[in-house]
């Protein structure tokens, strides 16, 4: 479901940073929406993420349960997946829950 297109500038190293603030999962424990904001940053190699798959991609998470660890990790599988960046990093800033934040990081090796 992620599309991609061609790296314009696949000889240079350069920072891409999307940023989706509204983004929306369900807790598998007590079935409440869940809420954050998904920061993902990557050095292109030969791909590039396409934007509308993205969006599409991320609201498939809306009504799926899952823990914000396992949502962030996911994200970062399937964009890596998808484009095979040179480096990759995928941060979730989920909203207060009971006076508690939450920001999960993953990034590829």
Known sequence: MLETFDNPRPERDYEIVI??????SVCPKTGLPDFGTITIRYVPDRA?????????????????????????????DDLAKACRPRRMEVEGAFTARGGITTTVVARTP
């Open 19 to 24: 940023r989706c603030p509204e983004f929306t």
């Open 48 to 76: 590039c993420v396409e934007l509308k798959s993205l969006k599409l991609y991320l609201v498939e998470y809306r009504n799926r349960g899952i823990f914000y660890e396992a949502a962030v990790n996911a994200i970062l």
